[in-house]
């Protein structure tokens, strides 16, 4: 990407054209006794009037926690909550995206997946059918599991998006605080003053929100009007809403880097399977 030229927060690089980036799960319980009192029994019992979905014995099974029969036994007796509420009764049904707890531990009944897209243009960051072309629609075949995409890019926007289906894993890389830094090349409509890149660099306030930028830095060889941004919020509409403050236009966005994943490799509109040392490096963010 570029050699850093502007103001950059922390002190770190953003260099060359493609772009550099600075720098417990629980085991399944198996067959082991479950904790006393390790749900409140207080909590309301819930009925499966109504519910379609899987059912509660096998999505549990399913999870690798136990067999169908020592489930129902836990069910039985108050150890599993979905959505909150204790579920005893035998024969109750849950859908996938219902949060079932077995001794206080949310569970999931499919294999954890984690695949990295390089996103194209025209394609719509929802799981939506709705809105034509989705991002859903370019990984179909990439796993059985329920994935989601983590954070958001535009229609037009283009570059690194991560799916997967681990909740926990997810919550964590959308918090503005620890989340993933992810580095976008940007294209502006007019030059960006300098004065304009060290006030984002420090930090700045757009309707009434605080906004973080980890580094910003012209792009070596480039006009102007590109820059690196590196920022661990979610979406590409805050990056809009940076510029747009300071009256410029985004004409392009690309998502370069997300911590440590790079494009590499990875054609775009094709996807990959993240690496098991790839998935750590993530958790251990």
């Excluded at 129902?72 to 707890?101: C, F, H, P, W």
């Excluded at 390089?118 to 179909?140: E, H, I, Q």
């Excluded at 994935?147 to 959308?174: S, W, Y």
């Amino acid at each position: 990407m570029s050699r850093h030229q502007g103001g950059s927060k922390r002190g770190g690089k953003v260099s060359g054209r493609g772009f550099k980036n600075k720098r417990g799960d629980s085991q399944a319980r198996g067959n082991a006794p479950v904790k006393k009192g390790a749900v409140n029994s207080s909590r309301t019992e819930v009925k499966s009037e109504g519910k379609g979905g899987i059912r509660l014995n096998k999505y549990i099974a399913n999870s690798g926690i136990c067999s169908r029969r020592e489930a129902d036994l836990y069910i039985s007796t108050g150890q599993v909550t979905v959505n909150g509420k204790v579920a005893n009764e035998m024969g109750y049904k849950v859908n996938l995206d219902d949060d079932v707890r077995f001794d206080g531990r949310r569970i999931n009944p499919e294999p954890m997946a984690y695949v990295l897209l390089n996103k194209p243009k025209g394609f719509a960051t929802t799981t939506s059918n709705a809105k034509g072309m989705t991002v859903m629609d370019l990984v179909a075949n990439a796993t059985s599991s329920n994935i989601k995409p983590v954070g958001r890019l535009g229609r037009n926007a283009t570059g690194l998006l991560l799916f997967t289906n681990d909740a926990a894993l997810t919550n964590k890389l959308l918090k503005s605080k620890t989340g993933l830094p992810r580095l976008f090349h940007v294209a502006l409509d007019k030059n960006l003053k300098g004065e304009h890149l060290e006030k984002i660099a420090a930090g700045l306030k757009v309707d009434g929100k605080e906004i973080e930028v980890e580094e910003i830095s012209y792009v070596n060889g480039a006009p102007h009007t590109e820059v690196g941004l590196l920022i661990k919020n979610t979406g590409n509409g805050i990056i809009r809403q940076i510029f747009e403050h300071f009256d410029y236009q985004v004409v392009r966005v690309d998502c370069v880097t997300m911590g440590s994943l790079t494009k590499k490799d990875l054609p775009r509109g094709k996807y990959r399977i993240l690496t098991q040392m790839e998935i750590n490096a993530l958790k251990m963010l």
